[in-house]
């Protein structure tokens, strides 16, 4: 074979993938698609990028050189099961087989342990960057061997997207830490769109702001510290004119967000590893409350008084941008602390300035605060949490206030801001000297013998709640 790599699947982000490696110096791409037609199409249009087309997967596995590497680009699920199938019957050991789909990484965990067994190499690799990312330079989370990253890792970095001089790429870890951090990766997603859908939200319906006047904020914010593709896109989005109704696109499109699981899979995760990522969840379930049209309407319809939307204060606009910027900050510590959990559990050894650096270019969140969050574990890769890093710690500091503004403005004007809210909750949590969890600790030992520890001294403790003369006692350390 003379291929150094090759692409199944060739739906859109595939053949993109492939043109990306096409184009460039020293790869050769070898593609295959399931129904030929896919293929044909690649190559009526681009046929003069030197791919080598095969009808069947067989001609596909002759063509790879050794060792033969493919990008599998189909839906996550059953039909990478199969796709992987065919190609472990064909490849020999030291082959490399990649899932750059969005898989979920427990799958991706058993896949590669299987395929080890048979002495092939399993890659499940995060891919973000969408549709145009895949084809001019998306960001890259390869997980799998080192062996296969020997291999890999020099066709990698000669596609992936460049931020600060550096192809945002690296290897993750092994077997599923790529995809385990590409899903943690599409949750921040969910909460930086949340953060955003909630700051337009304020500035219209309190800051009385027309989708024009937006546009501008947004393009304002975008040469701030906010400075990021999704904020970039928002101004496109709400510039974009509906030529039917003639009104702004988003004023006529149904406000019930979809989802593809990305997000779910984050939480679900995160909740068994007992990290709290408040942030990601409230943009996951805000996105099921938006898309129960029938509940939505009943209880509007049960309660037709919604308050009045409160004068807003001069520099509004400044508030909601400070609330803004200090969630998001929230959003990203939670998400590395899922990252930390998931590392430990797994048994991943994973850079999280790296992670940062990785996703600075190509991807969904890239942003120029991702340069603070490099700097900041550069300083101290043990931070405790990203709000304690000076930088970030400053900034929430002077925000603070105006969080706390437009959160209260929030409410009290009856404007859902679950975003904004529950990250400040986060930050008080987290910043109160004592919580409440001590009640519930006494709750639970009333009810339930669960036991308590004590702020005064060491040991373990149970009230005998039920005797009328109620004591304490020392439980033994259990064994
Ligand atoms: C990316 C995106 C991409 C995607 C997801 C999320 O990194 O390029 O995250 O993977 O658009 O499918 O989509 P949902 O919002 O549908 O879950």
């Given at each position: 074979g003379q291929a150094n790599i090759g692409v199944i699947g060739l739906a859109v982000m595939g053949s993109n993938l492939a043109r990306n490696l096409a184009s460039r110096e020293g790869n050769t791409v070898a593609v295959y698609n399931r129904t030929y037609a896919r293929t044909q199409e690649l190559m009526d249009e681009h046929?003069?990028?030197g791919f080598i087309a095969s009808e069947d997967i067989d001609g596909f596995v002759a063509s790879l050189s050794k060792p033969r590497t493919a990008i599998i680009m189909v839906q996550a699920g059953k039909g990478t099961d199969a796709v992987i199938g065919q190609l472990a019957e064909r490849f020999e050991e030291g082959d490399i087989i990649v899932d750059g789909g969005n898989a979920n990484f427990h799958d991706t965990i058993r896949r590669e342990h299987d395929l080890r067994d048979k002495g092939l190499n399993f890659v499940g690799t995060g891919i973000s960057g969408g549709e145009e990312g895949a084809l001019k330079g998306p960001s890259i989370m390869p997980g799998g061997s080192d062996e296969a990253w020997e291999t890999l890792g020099p066709i990698l970095r000669s596609i992936a997207a460049v931020a600060e001089g550096e192809p945002?790429?690296?290897?993750?870890?092994?077997?599923g830490a790529g995809h385990f951090v590409k899903m943690v990766h599409n949750g921040i997603e969910y909460a930086d769109m949340q953060l955003i859908a909630e700051s337009y939200d304020l500035l219209r319906r309190?800051?009385?702001?027309?989708t024009d006047d937006l546009v501008k904020v947004f393009e304002q914010w975008n040469e701030?510290?906010?400075?990021s593709y999704l904020i970039e896109i928002t101004g496109e989005v709400l510039k974009q004119q509906d030529p039917e109704s003639g009104k702004a696109l988003v004023d006529v499109i149904r406000d019930e967000a979809g989802s593809k699981g990305t997000g779910v899979w984050t939480v679900q995760n995160a909740v068994g590893l007992g990290v709290p990522v408040s942030g990601i969840g409230e943009a996951v379930f805000a996105r099921a409350v938006s898309s129960k049209p029938a509940q939505r309407a009943a209880v509007r319809q049960a309660f037709p008084d919604r308050p009045d939307v409160v004068d807003v204060p001069d520099g509004f606009e400044d508030d909601v941008r400070a609330a803004l910027y200090a969630s998001k900050v929230v959003a990203y510590a939670q998400g590395f602390d899922l990252i930390i959990a998931g590392a430990k559990e797994y048994d991943w050894d994973i850079s999280l300035g790296d992670m940062a650096k990785i996703w600075?270019?190509?991807?969904?969140?890239?942003?120029?605060?991702l340069n603070r969050i490099v700097e900041a574990y550069d300083k101290?890769?043990?931070?405790?949490?990203?709000?304690?890093?000076p930088y970030f710690a400053d900034a929430v500091k002077e925000g603070e206030a105006a969080w706390r503004r437009i959160v209260g403005i929030a409410a009290a004007s009856g404007v859902p801001a679950p975003g904004f809210s529950s990250a400040l909750a986060y930050f008080d949590s987290l910043a109160s000297?004592?919580?409440?969890a001590s009640l519930i600790q006494g709750l639970r030992d009333f009810f339930g013998a669960h036991t308590y520890q004590r702020v005064d001294k060491d040991g373990t403790f149970h009230t005998l709640?039920?005797?009328?003369d109620r004591r304490e006692v020392e439980q033994e350390p259990s064994t």
């Open positions: 046929g003069d990028m945002c790429v690296t290897h993750v870890g092994t077997d309190v800051g009385g702001h027309s701030g510290d906010l400075e600075r270019g190509g991807c969904i969140i890239r942003a120029q605060f101290n890769p043990e931070l405790e949490s990203l709000l304690v890093d000297d004592r919580l409440p709640w039920s005797e009328d």
